[in-house]
Nanobody, 125 residues
Framework: QVQLVESGGGLVQAGGSLRLSCAAS????????MGWFRQAPGKERDIVAA????????YYTDSVKGRFTISRDNAKNTVYLQMNSLKPEDMAVYYC??????????????????WGQGTQVTVSS
């Protein structure tokens, strides 16, 4: 069974930065497409970013383009989300997810098989 553990969330002022990490265990990390999703209170869990198996291709939702960067280190079984220029609207619980069967980066949460427990990101204005 694959386990995903996020870390790095917290409280930051608007304009600040945070780096989220997601450590995977129990599976073959390098074969998974990885994604970061977020869910604000009362809203759907939506894709933020995704990265392909080798790390050479990334997807970003429009609202975070130019501010967030997803990356992965397959030797460390870890995926990262660097978040810069944070805005109050970025405040949410952030989840990492793994798609074990993916060859392409899906934006649908239904494509992902494994999920972390989430980490809270709070942005003060």
């Amino acid at each position: 069974q694959v386990q995903l553990v996020e870390s790095g969330g917290g409280l930051v002022q608007a304009g600040g930065s945070l780096r989220l990490s997601c450590a995977a265990s129990g599976g073959t990390f390098s074969t998974y497409v990885m994604g970061w999703f977020r869910q604000a209170p009362g809203k759907e869990r939506d894709i933020v970013a995704a990265i392909n198996r080798g790390g050479g291709s990334q997807y970003y939702t429009d609202s975070v383009k130019g501010r967030f960067t997803i990356s992965r280190d397959n030797a460390k079984n870890t995926v990262y989300l660097q978040m810069n220029s944070l805005k109050p609207e970025d405040m949410a619980v952030y989840y990492c997810a793994a798609d074990r069967g993916g060859w392409s980066m899906s934006v649908s949460r239904r494509a992902y098989d494994y999920w972390g427990q989430g980490t809270q990101v709070t942005v003060s204005s």
